[in-house]
C-alpha cells in the first residue's frame, strides 16, 4: 500500500499563487511580476502553474508560455536550493572566472546543459556583470556576495553550503 | 478614419478615401506590394518588412504600418527599396527548409513565389538555426517550424479571429519559434482544429494533414468497399485548383472523377444536411415541449463544437444533438451499405471530401462510431481531393459530368445551403415555418448586429413560428455572443455558430487563396450550384423519406433516429496535463476527489474546499483512501465551483455537498476493503 500523503507543501504553494494573483488584481498587464512571484515561491515556472495563471488571467496558455521563454530570469526547470551565480563580466573574466566555473562544475558534477544538481540543492548561473568589477571575480551564493574569490575559496565555499544541507 | 486628400505614388496622383494605410493607397494605385504578414481582417504587425516604401521627408518605412496624411509623395520600386526587399527574401530562406519539390504547400507557397518574381537567384547566407522537428500528432493540421518565416499571420488570427490563442511566438532572437503552449503538440492543447492559420500561411509552415496515402491505399485493397460523399462547400471551390472558373464546375464533374479514381459509391453530404434540419428542428420543438427554454446552439460545425467543450462544457446539453452532417451519411451510409453488400461496417470505407480541417478531428470522435468502428474512415480536404484528381490524370477541366449515387446522393437545395453561414439557421427556420404554419416563411433576411458582418441576428414571427436566431461566425464572435446571452443581454431559441468567418466556404481545407474577394466568388458558386436542383425543401427529398421508412422506423426524431443520428458531447481541458496530486493514496484509492481551480471557481471558493478537504481527510483519517487533485480548470465555468467526487459531477458544489458525497462513497466501501 502506498504510503497516504497530504502534499502540505504543494498545498501550501498553491494557495501562495492565488494569494499573487489577488496581488495583482488578476490583471493580464501584470503578468510579468506574477510570473516572477511565482517563481518566488517554486524557484522556476511548472507547466501546470503557467496554465494556472493563464487561465485565471483570461490569457492563452501559449501566450504566457511566450512571455516565460522570451526572459532568461525565468527558468522552466526547477532550480536548485541554492543558486550560485558566478559573474562572468570583462573583469571577472580576466580575474579568472572561469576557473571558478570549472571548479563549481566538477565539484558538484554539472554541465552546461545541466546547471541544476540531481538533488535540487545547487544551480550555476553564470551571469554578465554583478557590477562589482572591484571585486573580481565576485560570486553570489543566494543572496550573500564573495569577492576575489580563489578556486581554493570556491571548492572551501561549496563545502560550506553542502554541510549546511546535510 | 475618412483622412481625405491626395498622396503621390511614384508620381502618380492618388486621391484617399479613407484608407487605413499607405499600403492600401499602393494597391489602390494599381501597384502590386508583397506581404507577408498583412491581413486586412487582422492588427498591423509590420514584421516582415516586404512593404517598404520611400516617403518623402521621412524616409523608408513599412506601408501597412503608416497611416496616410495628405499631401505624401512615396516611392515603392527604388533600386534601394528591391535590394531591400530582395535581400529580406534572401535572409528568410537561409533558415528556411527549402524542400520545396515535395511540400505540399509547393503550389501556393507565398515564399516560393516572392522569391522567383523578386528574381532572388541564389541564397549568399549560411543556414545558422538548428532544425526542429515537424509536429504531426494533430489530426488535422501539421506544423513544420523549419518552414516558419515568423510573419505571425497565424498566431494573430488564432488570437484575434477565433479567440483561441492555440499558438504562440515563444522565446527570443534567432530561437523565437512559434508554438503551442509549453511546445506541446497542437493535438494536447486548445486547438480547435478549424484550420485558418493553414489558410493564412503564406508557406508551408502549417498545413492540413493528408490523408491521400491512406484513401488510395483503402481503394487499392479489394476486401473493401469505398464510398464517398461530398460536402456542399467542395464544389464552390474546387475550380480555383484547375485554374478554371466555379461556374463550368459542377457536381457532377467532382462525381465523375471520383468514380475515375475507384470509389465504388459517391453521395452527397448535402443529403445529410436535409436529415440534420429535420431532427435538428424536431429536438428544439420537443425541446420547447419539454419546457427547456434556453438557447439551442447547432452542432454541425466540428471547430464549434471543440470549442464550446472546451470553453463552455456547461452549454454541452445546450448543444443539439444532432451528428453533423458528415457524422448523419457515415452514420446511415455505412449502415445501409453493409446490409445490402453483406459486408461488416469496418468492410465499408467511407471517405467525405471537406472543405474543413476539424471534420478530420471530428471523425476520431468516439462518439462518432458504431460498436467500435468509425462511421467515417478518412476526411479529404478539397485541397486533398484536387491532389488525387490530378494523380489519377483526370483532366478535370474536360471530364463529363456523372450523377451521384442513390439515396444519399440526391439533396435539396437547403441542404446545399449548409455550405455558407445561415444556410443551417435558414432551413431550419424556413422548415419550422412549414411544419407549424402549412406555408412558406415570407422571408428571412438576418441583419448585422452592432456592424458585425459575422454575427447577424432574424427575428421571425409569423403564425405560430415566434423564433428569435443569431447566426455567428468565428469563435471570437461566438464568445461574445454567449457572454451577452449567459448575462440575460441578448436572448436567442437558436444560434448557429460556425467557426470560420464566411462559414465552410471559407474553411480551413479549402484550396489556398490569397484573393481577397474568394469567399464572396465561392458563396455565389454555392448558389449557383443550388439554382439547378428542383428540390427545394428537405422534406420534399424523397430519398430522406424513404431512408426514414426503411431505416429510422417511420419517423423523423424516433428511437431509431436517435440512435443512428444523434450524438453526446465531453468536457475537455484546455491542455492535456495530469491533475495536481494534493492527497494521494495510490492507484487503489477508493475514491477521487477532483477540484477544480480555474478561475471562476477559484473565485467561488474552491480553493476553500480544497484546503478543508486537506483538513478533513487529516481529521476523519480518511488518508489512504482518497486522492485529493486540483485540477486546472474544468471549464464550467459558470457553474462553479465543480467538484468530482468519483464519477459524480457536482457543480456550484460546497464543502457540506462534498463531504456528504465522499461519505456516501467511502460508505459503499467499507474501510480497508481495498486491501
Same mark, same amino acid.
Given at each position: 500500500?502506498?504510503t =497516504?500523503?497530504? #502534499? @502540505?507543501?504543494?498545498?501550501?504553494?498553491?494557495?501562495?499563487?492565488?494569494?499573487i494573483?489577488?496581488?495583482?488584481?488578476?490583471?493580464?498587464?501584470?503578468i /510579468?511580476?506574477?510570473?516572477q512571484?511565482?517563481? &518566488?515561491?517554486?524557484?522556476?515556472?511548472?507547466?501546470?502553474?503557467?496554465?494556472?495563471v @493563464?487561465?485565471s488571467l483570461?490569457?492563452?496558455?501559449?501566450?504566457?508560455?511566450?512571455?516565460?521563454?522570451?526572459?532568461?530570469h525565468?527558468?522552466?526547470?526547477?532550480?536548485?536550493?541554492?543558486?550560485?551565480?558566478?559573474?562572468?563580466?570583462?573583469?571577472?573574466?580576466?580575474?579568472?572566472?572561469?576557473g571558478?566555473?570549472d571548479?563549481?562544475?566538477?565539484?558538484?558534477?554539472?554541465?552546461?546543459? %545541466?546547471?541544476?544538481?540531481?538533488?535540487?540543492?545547487?544551480?550555476?548561473?553564470?551571469?554578465?556583470?554583478l557590477g562589482?568589477?572591484?571585486?573580481?571575480?565576485?560570486?553570489?551564493?543566494?543572496?550573500?556576495v564573495?569577492?576575489?574569490?580563489?578556486?581554493?575559496?570556491?571548492?572551501?565555499? /561549496?563545502?560550506?553550503?553542502r554541510?549546511?544541507?546535510? | 478614419?475618412?483622412?481625405?486628400?491626395?498622396?503621390?505614388?511614384?508620381?502618380?496622383? +492618388?486621391?484617399?478615401?479613407?484608407?487605413? #494605410?499607405?499600403l492600401?493607397?499602393?494597391?489602390?494605385?494599381?501597384?502590386?506590394? $508583397?506581404? !507577408?504578414?498583412?491581413?486586412s481582417?487582422?492588427?498591423?504587425?509590420?514584421?516582415?518588412?516586404?512593404?517598404?516604401?520611400?516617403?518623402?521627408?521621412?524616409?523608408?518605412?513599412?506601408?501597412?504600418?503608416?497611416?496616410p496624411?495628405?499631401?505624401?509623395?512615396?516611392?515603392?520600386?527604388?533600386?534601394?527599396?528591391?535590394?531591400?526587399?530582395?535581400?529580406?527574401?534572401?535572409?528568410?530562406?537561409?533558415?528556411?527548409?527549402?524542400?520545396c519539390?515535395?511540400?505540399?504547400?509547393?503550389?501556393a507557397?507565398?515564399?516560393?513565389?516572392?522569391a522567383?518574381?523578386l528574381g532572388v537567384?541564389?541564397?549568399?547566407?549560411?543556414?545558422t538555426? &538548428?532544425?526542429?522537428?515537424?509536429d504531426?500528432?494533430?489530426?488535422?493540421?501539421?506544423?513544420?517550424?523549419?518552414?516558419?518565416?515568423?510573419?505571425?499571420?497565424?498566431?494573430r488570427?488564432?488570437?484575434?479571429?477565433?479567440? +483561441?490563442?492555440?499558438?504562440?511566438?515563444?522565446?527570443?532572437g %534567432?530561437?523565437? +519559434?512559434?508554438?503551442?503552449?509549453?511546445?506541446?503538440?497542437l493535438?494536447?492543447?486548445?486547438?480547435?482544429?478549424?484550420?485558418?492559420?493553414?489558410?493564412?500561411?503564406?508557406?508551408?509552415?502549417?498545413? $492540413?494533414?493528408? &490523408?491521400?496515402?491512406?484513401?488510395?491505399?483503402?481503394?487499392?485493397?479489394?476486401?473493401?468497399?469505398?464510398?464517398?460523399?461530398?460536402?456542399p462547400?467542395?464544389?464552390s471551390?474546387?475550380?480555383?485548383?484547375?485554374?478554371?472558373? %466555379?461556374?463550368?464546375?459542377?457536381?457532377?464533374?467532382?462525381?465523375?472523377a471520383?468514380?475515375?479514381?475507384? !470509389?465504388?459509391?459517391?453521395?452527397?453530404?448535402?443529403?445529410?444536411?436535409?436529415m440534420?434540419?429535420? %431532427?435538428?428542428?424536431?429536438?428544439?420543438?420537443?425541446?420547447?415541449?419539454?419546457?427547456?427554454?434556453?438557447?439551442?446552439?447547432?452542432?454541425?460545425?466540428?471547430?464549434?463544437?471543440?470549442?464550446?467543450?472546451?470553453?463552455?462544457?456547461?452549454?454541452?446539453?445546450?448543444?443539439?444533438?444532432c451528428?453533423?452532417?458528415?457524422?448523419? +451519411?457515415?452514420?446511415?451510409g455505412?449502415?445501409?451499405?453493409?446490409?445490402?453488400?453483406?459486408?461488416?461496417?469496418?468492410?465499408?470505407?467511407?471517405?467525405?471530401?471537406?472543405?474543413?480541417?476539424?471534420?478530420?478531428?471530428?471523425? &476520431?470522435?468516439?462518439?462518432?462510431s458504431?460498436?467500435?468502428?468509425?462511421?467515417?474512415?478518412f476526411v479529404?480536404?478539397?485541397?486533398?481531393?484536387?491532389?488525387?484528381?490530378k494523380?489519377?490524370?483526370?483532366?478535370?477541366?474536360?471530364?463529363?459530368?456523372?450523377?451521384?449515387?442513390?439515396?444519399f446522393?440526391?439533396?435539396?437545395?437547403?441542404?446545399?445551403?449548409?455550405g455558407?453561414?445561415?444556410?443551417?439557421?435558414?432551413?431550419?427556420?424556413?422548415?419550422?415555418?412549414?411544419?407549424?404554419?402549412?406555408?412558406?416563411?415570407?422571408?428571412?433576411?438576418?441583419?448585422?448586429?452592432?456592424?458585425?458582418p459575422?454575427w447577424?441576428?432574424?427575428?421571425?414571427?409569423?403564425?405560430?413560428?415566434?423564433?428569435?436566431?443569431?447566426v455567428?461566425?468565428?469563435?471570437? #464572435?461566438?464568445?461574445?455572443?454567449?457572454?451577452?446571452?449567459?448575462?440575460?443581454e441578448?436572448?436567442?431559441?437558436?444560434?448557429?455558430?460556425?467557426a470560420? $468567418?464566411?462559414?465552410?466556404?471559407a474553411?480551413?481545407?479549402?484550396?489556398?487563396?490569397?484573393?481577397?474577394?474568394?469567399?464572396?466568388?465561392?458563396?455565389?458558386?454555392?448558389?449557383? @450550384?443550388?439554382?439547378? #436542383?428542383p428540390?427545394?425543401?428537405?422534406?420534399?427529398?424523397?430519398?430522406?423519406?424513404?431512408i426514414?421508412?426503411?431505416?429510422?422506423?417511420?419517423?423523423?426524431?424516433?428511437?431509431?433516429?436517435?440512435?443512428?443520428?444523434?450524438?453526446?458531447?465531453q468536457?475537455?481541458?484546455?491542455?492535456?496535463?495530469?491533475?495536481?496530486?494534493?492527497?494521494?493514496?495510490?492507484?487503489? @484509492?477508493?475514491?477521487?476527489?477532483?477540484?477544480?481551480?480555474?478561475?471562476?471557481?477559484?473565485?467561488?471558493?474552491?480553493?476553500e474546499?480544497?484546503?478543508?478537504?486537506?483538513?478533513? /481527510?487529516?481529521?476523519?483519517?480518511w488518508?489512504?483512501?482518497?486522492?485529493?487533485?486540483?485540477?486546472?480548470?474544468?471549464?464550467?465555468?459558470?457553474?462553479?465551483?465543480?467538484?468530482t467526487?468519483?464519477?459524480?459531477?457536482m457543480?456550484?458544489?460546497?464543502?457540506?455537498?462534498?463531504?456528504e458525497?465522499?461519505?456516501?462513497q467511502?460508505?459503499?466501501? =467499507?474501510?480497508?476493503a481495498?486491501?
Amino acid at each position: 500500500m502506498v504510503t =497516504p500523503v497530504v #502534499n @502540505a507543501e504543494k498545498l501550501n504553494n498553491f494557495s501562495k499563487v492565488c494569494e499573487i494573483l489577488e496581488r495583482f488584481d488578476r490583471q493580464p498587464s501584470k503578468i /510579468i511580476p506574477i510570473l516572477q512571484a511565482v517563481q &518566488e515561491e517554486y524557484r522556476y515556472l511548472p507547466e501546470e502553474i503557467m496554465t494556472f495563471v @493563464a487561465t485565471s488571467l483570461g490569457i492563452s496558455p501559449a501566450r504566457v508560455f511566450g512571455v516565460a521563454t522570451f526572459y532568461s530570469h525565468f527558468s522552466l526547470e526547477p532550480k536548485g536550493k541554492n543558486i550560485i551565480k558566478v559573474c562572468d563580466g570583462t573583469a571577472c573574466h580576466v580575474k579568472g572566472s572561469s576557473g571558478l566555473i570549472d571548479v563549481i562544475r566538477r565539484e558538484l558534477k554539472l554541465t552546461e546543459k %545541466e546547471p541544476t544538481t540531481e538533488d535540487l540543492l545547487f544551480t550555476l548561473e553564470t551571469v554578465s556583470c554583478l557590477g562589482a568589477c572591484g571585486l573580481a571575480p565576485a560570486v553570489v551564493i543566494n543572496e550573500k556576495v564573495f569577492g576575489q574569490v580563489s578556486k581554493k575559496q570556491m571548492k572551501d565555499l /561549496i563545502d560550506e553550503y553542502r554541510t549546511k544541507e546535510d | 478614419m475618412s483622412q481625405k486628400g491626395i498622396i503621390s505614388v511614384n508620381g502618380t496622383k +492618388v486621391p484617399l478615401d479613407g484608407e487605413k #494605410n499607405l499600403l492600401q493607397v499602393v494597391r489602390k494605385a494599381g501597384i502590386q506590394m $508583397p506581404t !507577408f504578414c498583412y491581413h486586412s481582417e487582422l492588427s498591423v504587425y509590420g514584421a516582415c518588412r516586404l512593404c517598404i516604401v520611400d516617403i518623402e521627408g521621412k524616409g523608408i518605412d513599412t506601408s501597412c504600418s503608416t497611416p496616410p496624411r495628405d499631401g505624401m509623395v512615396i516611392k515603392t520600386h527604388t533600386p534601394k527599396l528591391r535590394k531591400m526587399r530582395k535581400t529580406l527574401i534572401e535572409l528568410l530562406l537561409a533558415n528556411h527548409d527549402n524542400s520545396c519539390t515535395t511540400c505540399d504547400k509547393s503550389s501556393a507557397c507565398k515564399l516560393k513565389d516572392l522569391a522567383s518574381d523578386l528574381g532572388v537567384t541564389n541564397i549568399p547566407f549560411k543556414k545558422t538555426r &538548428e532544425s526542429r522537428k515537424p509536429d504531426i500528432l494533430s489530426p488535422s493540421l501539421v506544423r513544420y517550424p523549419d518552414k516558419c518565416v515568423l510573419c505571425g499571420d497565424c498566431v494573430r488570427y488564432c488570437h484575434e479571429i477565433q479567440g +483561441v490563442g492555440a499558438i504562440d511566438f515563444a522565446y527570443r532572437g %534567432e530561437d523565437v +519559434v512559434v508554438t503551442p503552449a509549453f511546445n506541446k503538440s497542437l493535438a494536447h492543447v486548445d486547438c480547435i482544429n478549424c484550420g485558418q492559420c493553414a489558410a493564412v500561411c503564406p508557406t508551408g509552415a502549417i498545413i $492540413p494533414r493528408s &490523408e491521400v496515402a491512406r484513401v488510395w491505399e483503402a481503394l487499392g485493397d479489394e476486401s473493401k468497399t469505398v464510398v464517398a460523399q461530398i460536402a456542399p462547400a467542395v464544389r464552390s471551390s474546387i475550380g480555383e485548383m484547375f485554374g478554371i472558373p %466555379e461556374s463550368s464546375v459542377t457536381v457532377g464533374k467532382i462525381m465523375n472523377a471520383l468514380k475515375v479514381i475507384g !470509389f465504388k459509391e459517391v453521395y452527397d453530404t448535402s443529403f445529410g444536411a436535409d436529415m440534420t434540419v429535420l %431532427e435538428e428542428t424536431n429536438e428544439f420543438l420537443q425541446r420547447r415541449k419539454r419546457g427547456d427554454e434556453r438557447t439551442m446552439f447547432t452542432s454541425c460545425c466540428p471547430g464549434w463544437v471543440k470549442y464550446a467543450e472546451q470553453f463552455h462544457p456547461e452549454l454541452n446539453d445546450q448543444l443539439s444533438t444532432c451528428m453533423s452532417p458528415q457524422g448523419m +451519411v457515415g452514420s446511415l451510409g455505412k449502415k445501409l451499405i453493409s446490409q445490402t453488400e453483406g459486408k461488416l461496417e469496418k468492410d465499408v470505407i467511407m471517405v467525405s471530401i471537406m472543405p474543413c480541417t476539424a471534420k478530420k478531428f471530428e471523425k &476520431e470522435r468516439p462518439e462518432l462510431s458504431h460498436d467500435g468502428t468509425p462511421i467515417v474512415d478518412f476526411v479529404l480536404t478539397t485541397q486533398e481531393l484536387g491532389k488525387m484528381i490530378k494523380e489519377a490524370g483526370v483532366v478535370f477541366e474536360e471530364i463529363s459530368p456523372a450523377s451521384a449515387d442513390l439515396p444519399f446522393g440526391l439533396y435539396s437545395t437547403a441542404g446545399l445551403g449548409f455550405g455558407a453561414t445561415q444556410g443551417v439557421a435558414e432551413a431550419v427556420a424556413r422548415y419550422a415555418a412549414r411544419t407549424m404554419n402549412g406555408k412558406e416563411l415570407s422571408d428571412f433576411e438576418p441583419v448585422e448586429v452592432e456592424n458585425n458582418p459575422q454575427w447577424k441576428e432574424v427575428i421571425i414571427n409569423e403564425g405560430a413560428l415566434d423564433l428569435k436566431m443569431a447566426v455567428v461566425a468565428g469563435t471570437k #464572435n461566438a464568445e461574445t455572443l454567449i457572454g451577452k446571452i449567459q448575462s440575460g443581454e441578448v436572448s436567442y431559441d437558436i444560434v448557429e455558430v460556425m467557426a470560420c $468567418p464566411g462559414g465552410c466556404i471559407a474553411g480551413g481545407g479549402q484550396p489556398v487563396s490569397y484573393d481577397s474577394a474568394i469567399i464572396e466568388k465561392r458563396k455565389a458558386a454555392l448558389k449557383n @450550384a443550388g439554382k439547378i #436542383n428542383p428540390i427545394h425543401a428537405p422534406e420534399e427529398n424523397p430519398y430522406v423519406q424513404k431512408i426514414i421508412e426503411k431505416m429510422l422506423g417511420g419517423k423523423v426524431g424516433g428511437h431509431e433516429a436517435h440512435d443512428l443520428l444523434h450524438t453526446t458531447y465531453q468536457s475537455r481541458k484546455r491542455i492535456d496535463f495530469d491533475s495536481m496530486s494534493l492527497a494521494d493514496a495510490g492507484r487503489e @484509492a477508493p475514491v477521487e476527489v477532483n477540484v477544480c481551480v480555474g478561475t471562476s471557481c477559484f473565485l467561488r471558493g474552491s480553493q476553500e474546499i480544497l484546503a478543508s478537504m486537506g483538513d478533513k /481527510i487529516e481529521q476523519e483519517h480518511w488518508s489512504g483512501r482518497i486522492n485529493l487533485k486540483a485540477t486546472f480548470c474544468s471549464e464550467s465555468c459558470s457553474h462553479g465551483p465543480t467538484v468530482t467526487v468519483g464519477d459524480r459531477k457536482m457543480f456550484k458544489a460546497d464543502m457540506g455537498m462534498v463531504v456528504e458525497e465522499v461519505e456516501k462513497q467511502l460508505g459503499s466501501i =467499507p474501510a480497508g476493503a481495498e486491501k
